[in-house]
């Protein structure tokens, strides 16, 4: 059984976790874009698939790289998110808002050593869940430029058969592979199929 001063640190962590809907990403700011259904949550949800199907593919833990990604963001909810611009300026204690986040409550050394793994980026699961957070953001881009975002266009630098930053920081082969084609392909490629005129 579970102690109720347990319980009362998860169901509070469980409310700070709903914190993640509410928290906008900052690179709307650079992207002169507002997109409302863009925020950490959202972001985190594509990624934790994205990592599923490379860590699969790619013969890794994928509890691991699942529980990583569900990770990788979670200190924003005291810290927001930070462009590169904001980056340049700013200090965040990441290790410091985890351990506070994460050190009181059931499994804690667990979530504790995930972070860290991922934060140094040593193990192929690590290097997986970096590259699922910089192909998410890709495919974002590429929704942005589908919607007419000029400043989405010269970060994806389309045409240009130029590496864009993001892309340079890929990790995996098939990390490459798929932004290639995310370039390539156009957002509503997926249901363009399934067009009728005709009703079930």
Known sequence: MIKDDEVKRLVSFFFEIGVLRKVPRAHQQTLLFQ???DNIASHSFRVTFIGYFLAKELGA??????????LHDLEETRSGDQNWVHKRYLKVFEDEIRQEQ??????????????R???QRKTLEAKITKDADNIEQVLLLK?????GSKEAQD?????SGIETEGEKLLFTDLGRQIVREAKNQN????WNSFWTSKRR
């Open 143 to 147: 929704e942005y430029y589908w919607q």
């Open 187 to 190: 957002p509503s490629d997926w």
């Open 155 to 159: 970060w994806l630098k389309l045409g």
């Open 102 to 115: 994460l050190g009181n409550l059931l499994n804690s050394e667990e979530l504790l050593e995930l972070s």
């Open 117 to 119: 793994e991922y934060e």
């Open 35 to 37: 997109d409302l259904s």
């Open 61 to 70: 833990d994928v509890s691991k790289v699942i529980k990583m990604c569900l």
